[in-house]
């Protein structure tokens, strides 16, 4: 008799999102003595969440495996920058927490509503704060000064307008949910 349980097949997203997870390490070693270093990790790692879904889509290999693990990596990633930047003093732990809560939230909202079936799509909104949340965590990684820019503050500025999407996307999600059920 054959089992239920999905098997893994490893396709070209699949792949890209596991190695999002395998760069965090090296990211979380990295990037408080090298910041370049880990700034170059974290980019690289960012943009397989953008490439593995649109890969998915385009080769027709989206998996049950990648639905559920390509957030879930996602949130690793940033949850995991997030706690650096708190260890490197450069980021207030209280917009850490509140953006790490919103994360749990929003995949545990998701994840309830897929264990019945239903799929809660990305909304905008949450899709513009990944991206400013992702800039912003570079520029809070590498700090100082560029073209005559500075990196803290732009990533400050960055950071505090994903916290305000990232509450409203939150409450769109909850709804969403709620309507969904």
């Not at 940033?78 to 929003?106: G, K, N, Q, T, Y």
């Amino acid at each position: 008799m054959m089992s239920s349980t999905p098997t893994l097949r490893f396709n070209l997203p699949t792949i890209l999102t596991l190695s999002r997870v395998f760069m965090i390490p090296v990211f979380i070693v990295l990037a408080p003595e090298h910041p370049a270093a880990g700034a170059v990790i974290f980019t690289l790692a960012s943009v397989t969440d953008w490439f593995d879904g649109y890969l998915a889509r385009r080769m027709g290999a989206v998996t049950k495996f990648g639905i559920i693990m390509d957030p879930i990596a996602d949130k690793f990633l940033v949850i995991s920058a997030l706690v650096l930047l708190v260890d490197m003093v450069r980021l207030p732990v209280w917009i850490a927490a509140a953006l790490i809560i919103r994360e749990f939230l929003v995949t545990a909202l998701r994840a309830v509503a897929l264990s019945k079936g239903i799929i809660i799509p990305a909304e905008t909104g949450g899709k513009i704060k990944a991206a400013l949340q992702y800039i912003a965590i570079v520029c809070l990684i590498l700090g100082g000064e560029l073209l005559g820019l500075d990196l803290y503050d732009l990533g400050m500025v960055l950071m505090y307008t994903a916290l305000v999407l990232a509450v409203t996307s939150g409450v769109k999600y909850t709804i969403s949910f709620w309507k969904a059920l």
